[in-house]
């Protein structure tokens, strides 16, 4: 055989497979504690001020297909390398079910171009059955989480208000932004409808919180990640500092397939492939941490397969890779006629919506679904893009024209033309964002077909709503019609029915998946103990999302990041005692 | 100084020397960006992938549209959005151009443009006995007529008016998002700035105001650049 793995006589202290949220909070954690680290990132080196990198600040005219989706399925300046679908990395679906898996191959991860929406999870989160008898509790409580929330909001910066919202948590919250005139729109529709429409909570920094990171200049490009790293993104947060120092090696383009163990069933380290010769490696080390996002961090622990370990590594319970869910989302679009021909003026602001309205019906018990959703907003004179312009055949027959009189939708001509910019701006968005049940029956698991282009059997997902999600989105999309309602817009499209599953979006398209790897007390239910460290193997820690018992209807990030941060500590104090 | 010129300051202050590569592994992308800058870096000119860049050169190598084809579409093109006295028309603003790279881009708009091209074509030889480019404007716009308004169109013009669509969906992308079409719209952004809410004349002519409570908890402009102090912040 010509095929010879390479190996690497330095032994280091951890070795951390992802430098997202998870991975980079576990490198600066751990790595200012003094441990040895090697960090592997399945994609290239990644900084946003790199100027042959940098999208911020450039114009739709500098891309040849005007920032149109077709490399990147956000958009030419999103900043993501990767996708739904990457060349030579397929996976599979059975059972005709859907699931659609995002990957962001660089430095940070999918961090870079996520929302910066940063959510606590709640008290009643933690424990939701408790009270509604579905699903599992998580094993720890708010309570656990919150000294390292506050940490988070402390040392990665994040905007919002104190509301007393029993289940919204505050926290350390930089000012918020002041709303834009749609979200003004929107708050008094809101409120005409007893909703709590109140600042989002974003990790952008308004105000500084330390000397090495800009304050926010209100471009609303955080998704194209920050070139003065206004905005949180863990290469730029957590990875970049984090090598200024001696501890950390950083071994980019290193596409991990499998986590090592010996004869005693300890983790020894990792092998990947080196993208650039296609040679396989190994990385030796004391502690192996993976968080290679939820479904990456199950695909390798099923891959890590030995005599000792023949469903995969850290896996007696069968549980890797089960319990899988995604947010439920759905979504609308209306015009608002009275922000027509609007007079012009820069209101990008910050990198997202400055209003939100969170789940306000925890104490409700007839809805037919007992999980919540928040809701998110967009609208106002944002920087075109391709398919500005499009569709006008379905909205300027609508209202009247500038003559007062209506007019035949569609046209050519500089009424056409006009008609586009009395429209910019008049449009305004809103998405819900759920929480779905787990189920032991979503879930991922080894294709035994097929590999990817690097010889790594590949995942096949097996995903299917239930009712209760369904329920949820036909909710949802009753609460935008009552809201577009109250703003006197006019709603587009249809409502989507039962048909549709009410609009209800494919799994996996909120980006949000979690629960693969889940924690719990029970070593046959569960892949983790409450401190992200695997019942199988002592030496083995999953710190990104797969640790999730359940979801709530906050977007996951700030959840992984303070969980990283307990579970780094914990491992640190393991470590002292000799335990590991 | 201004104010891109501190950006820089701020960014070249933060930015850390550089990153450390262990064993056998280097990072060809990190080697190329410490070379003298190759006419192909600046040709990338919006942050792509290597692989993204192979895929545009690819792309502009190859020419989807024939000759009268870009000449028809500059035609259509000016008649779905022409100049007025202060903006200029579609081709102006290059539009045509866009048209071949971006069905290049995305083949699913090739079959539907080139062949609502030829169904144009053929629809005013019918009537007019020439291609459409050739016949005066007052019969151009004659079909035109008969396929820009697709909720009242002839069932014998429906596929004309579904091409028609088509292209004034890409004519009106094309121009929109072009610097001349952008100035037009008036979008303004795009630049470092400090976002202090709606204008009030704006505020006023919506019926609409800050309420106390925001205007108490909302960032001070002149406080964005204080370091962010917890001392006195109560949190339950």
Known sequence: MSFQIKKSSKVYDICIVGSGAGGGMATKVLSEAGFKIALLEAGPNFDPANPDQQTQFKWPYESPRRGAGTSRPFGDFDMAYGGWEIDGEPYTRKNGTKFDWFRSRMLGGRTNHWGRISLRFGPLDFKRKDFDGKGDNWPIGYEDVKPYYDKVDKLIGVFGTKENIPNEPDGYFLPPPKPRLHELYLKKAGQKSGLPVIPSRLSILTKRIDNRRGACFYCKQCSRSCSIYGDFSSSSVLVKPALEYDNVDLYVNAMVREVLTDENGKATGVSYINKHDLQEYTVKAKVVILAASACGSARILLNSKSSKFPNGLANSSGVVGKYLHDSTGAARTALVPSLMDRKRYNEDGVGGMHLYVPWWLNDSKNLGFTRGYHMEFWGGMGMPAYGVGFGMENINGLVPGKDGQMKKPGGYGLDFKNDVNRFYGAIVGMAGRGESIPQKNNYCEIDPDVVDKYGIPVLRFNYKWTDEERKQAKHMHETFEELIHNMGGIALGNKPGKESDYGLDVPGRIIHEVGTTRMGDNSKTSVLNKYNQAHDVPNLFVMDGGGFVSQADKNPTWTILALAWRASEYLTEEIKKMNI | ?236
């Open chain 2, 1 to 236: 100084m201004d104010r891109r010129k501190s950006l820089k300051a701020m960014v070249a202050g933060t930015v850390t020397s550089g990153f450390m590569f262990s064993g056998c592994l280097t990072d060809s992308e990190e080697q190329v960006a410490n070379e003298t800058p190759t006419p192909e870096i600046e040709e990338s000119g919006y942050g792509r992938t290597p692989e993204e860049l192979a895929r545009d050169k690819e792309l502009y190598s190859k020419t989807f549209f024939n000759e009268h084809e870009m000449a028809t579409l500059a035609v259509l093109s000016d008649i779905i959005i022409p100049a007025d006295e202060t903006s200029g028309s579609a081709t102006d603003a290059k539009v045509p151009e866009f048209l071949e790279f971006i069905v290049k881009d995305m083949p699913h708009h090739q079959t539907p443009m080139r062949g609502g091209l030829m169904w144009l074509d053929h629809e005013s030889n019918k009537r007019f006995d020439k291609v459409f480019k050739d016949t005066p404007e007052t019969q151009q716009l004659e079909i035109i007529e008969d396929i820009a308004y697709p909720d009242d169109v002839k069932p014998e013009f429906l596929q004309g008016a579904k091409f028609f669509s088509r292209l004034r969906n890409l004519v009106a992308t094309g121009y929109f998002t072009s610097k001349e079409g952008i100035e037009y719209l008036g979008y303004v952004g795009n630049v470092p700035n400090v976002w202090d809410g709606v204008p009030q004349d704006v505020l006023d002519r919506h019926k609409l105001s800050y309420d106390e409570k925001t205007l108490n908890e909302c960032i001070k402009p002149e406080e964005r650049n204080e370091i962010a102090n917890w001392d006195n912040y109560d949190l339950a």
